[in-house]
Every structure is written in C-alpha cells, then in structure tokens.
C-alpha cells in the first residue's frame, strides 16, 4: 500500500536512518551511504518540510519528484524545497556510494535576505526536468563549502 510520509524536522530524518541525533535542529548534513542508499522507501511518497541539496555518486536510480523523473546517475545534484513530494525507485549502490546530503529548515533563513529571494531559484521547483550533473572539479568546490558548513554547526551544542 502507498502512503504518504510527512517528515517535518530533521530530527525525524536522523531518527527514521538509525542516525543521532543532529547537531543543531535546522541544518544537518548527511553523508550519502549505506543507510541512505540501502533504505527501504518503499513504494512510498515523502513529503518533507525543509529544503534538501543532494551531491550524489555511485548510486543510481530515480527519484520521482512531482510529475518528472530525475536520473542521479554520476556526479549529480538535486535540490528540492519543502512541501513537494518525492518518490525513490531503484535505488542502488553502484561503484561505492560518495556524496552528501545538505537538509536544512526553512526557519534557519527565516531573517535572512535569502527568504525573499529562494522560490526564484528554479532548480528548487517541478520546473526543472533533470538533476544538474556537474564536474569533478565543481564537485570538489561544493564538497569544500559542505565541509566548512558542517564544520561551522558542529562547533556548539544547540
């Protein structure tokens, strides 16, 4: 049977992956492996209430966002936003899975100049057909930025 899953907190995705409890309650970034790629999703819909950007390798599959299909085959990236709905199928690790998950709530830029500006990001929204495959040098600079964000939550108890 198809269900519908709300997960509203990042808490609940540490939970829900055997993973403790994250370090600070609106930004955690996740390393892509074998709990991620090995999950059982089932033939569910995820409905989750903060923004994701994934960087993922050695994983294939689709994730079903919307009403499109995107392929995250090498070196691709996928970005979703609160309230949308994803469905996974297929996915398996390939070549040894690499790549990270940033979460992170829409509260943590609630202040920000960003709040006003995120929805024109197209690559947030249905609009967009297919993850945006980027290079190895590309992937290094966004994995560089993901370790310093890491770094900066992790530096005190929230």
Do not use: C
Request: no cysteine.
């Amino acid at each position: 049977m198809k269900d519908i899953i709300n997960i509203e907190t990042i808490s609940e995705v540490h939970e829900s992956l055997g993973m403790e409890k994250p370090k600070h309650p609106l930004v955690s970034v996740l390393p892509l492996d074998e709990r991620i790629s090995n999950f059982d999703y089932g033939e569910n819909t995820f409905v989750f209430g903060f923004y994701q950007v994934s960087l993922k390798s050695g994983i294939k599959g689709n994730i079903i966002y919307g009403r499109n299909n995107y392929d995250f085959q090498e070196g691709s990236m996928v970005f979703t936003k609160p309230g949308q709905a994803q469905q996974f199928s297929g996915a398996e690790a390939t070549d040894g899975e690499r790549g990270w998950v940033l979460l992170f709530h829409p509260d943590l830029i609630r202040k920000s100049s960003l709040v006003k500006r995120i929805n024109q990001y197209s690559f947030f929204s249905y609009d967009v057909r297919e993850a945006l495959h980027v290079s190895d040098e590309e992937k290094k600079t966004l994995t560089d930025l993901i370790d310093k964000i890491r770094s900066e939550y992790s530096q005190k108890e929230y």
